[in-house]
């Protein structure tokens, strides 16, 4: 079956400090993967998605296929980036017709300290 | 403005007592989801409707019921909850093209179960 990992659940670094939070997917075929953020009482929102390549907030993902990834990452991080980000792979291809069950990552809670 | 709501936004109830939490959206959106969040355990589908009349179980339905007769609407009914099913819960909406594209997602309703 299709899977994303997100091996960290809780990850701190100073702001300042480079940020890179993992995701790792186990699908064959061209994934389409997407990262979400959640800041603290607020909906989940997209944050950017590798088909557009582009850069939200300062922060950009890589699809390696190779290394089956798509980690975010932001070359300086801000408080303000403190917050839950999800990571989201495509449909299940093992759903049957037009049926798309979408399976998120377990999330990483990242704390961006002072 | 483009959104997707759900009501109640808090609530607390019984072992038992049936409910149903709305969800709506105003985008004219064919597909349609419900996730739970868990501590730990991140964000996991309960169940997804790609059009009217057409939903199908995520990775956890047990215990949860939904329906789809009208496009903007994908109501999540708990027939008995249980305490287990106590959590923060989530619907998003997105185009046609389902998981392939970005979903939107409401403002969560937070229930309890005692």
């Known amino acids: 079956a299709q899977r994303v990992t997100q091996p960290e659940k809780l990850l701190s670094v100073f702001k300042g400090a480079p940020v890179e939070l993992k995701c790792n997917y186990s699908y064959s075929g061209s994934p389409e993967l997407f990262w979400y953020v959640q800041y603290s009482r607020q909906r989940l929102q997209l944050l950017l998605r590798h088909i557009s390549r582009e850069s939200i907030k300062g922060f950009t993902a890589d699809l390696n296929k190779g290394e089956t990834s798509f980690h975010l990452k932001k070359p300086f991080a801000q408080e303000e980036d403190s917050a839950m980000y999800y990571c989201?792979?495509?449909?299940?291809?093992?759903?049957?017709?037009?049926?798309?069950?979408?399976?998120f990552g377990s999330g990483t809670q990242l704390t961006v300290l002072p | 403005e483009a959104q997707v709501t759900q009501n109640p936004r808090y609530l607390i109830t019984v072992t038992g007592k049936k409910l149903t939490v709305t969800c709506s959206q105003n985008?004219?959106?064919?597909?349609m989801s419900w996730y739970r969040q868990d501590p730990g355990l991140g964000l996991r589908q309960i169940y997804y409707s790609m059009n009217v009349e057409v939903t199908d179980k995520g990775d956890v339905p047990e215990g949860y019921k939904v329906s789809r007769k009208e496009k903007r609407n994908f109501p999540l009914i708990l027939e008995s909850p249980s305490p287990n099913q106590t959590s923060l819960y989530f619907c998003?909406?997105?185009?046609?093209?389902?998981?392939?594209?970005?979903?939107?997602f409401g403002p969560g309703t937070r229930l309890t179960v005692l």
């Open positions: 998003a909406s997105s185009r046609p093209a389902g998981a392939r594209d970005t979903q939107y």
């Open positions: 989201a792979p495509p449909e299940n291809p093992i759903s049957s017709g037009s049926a798309r069950q979408l399976t």
């Open positions: 985008m004219n959106h064919e597909y």
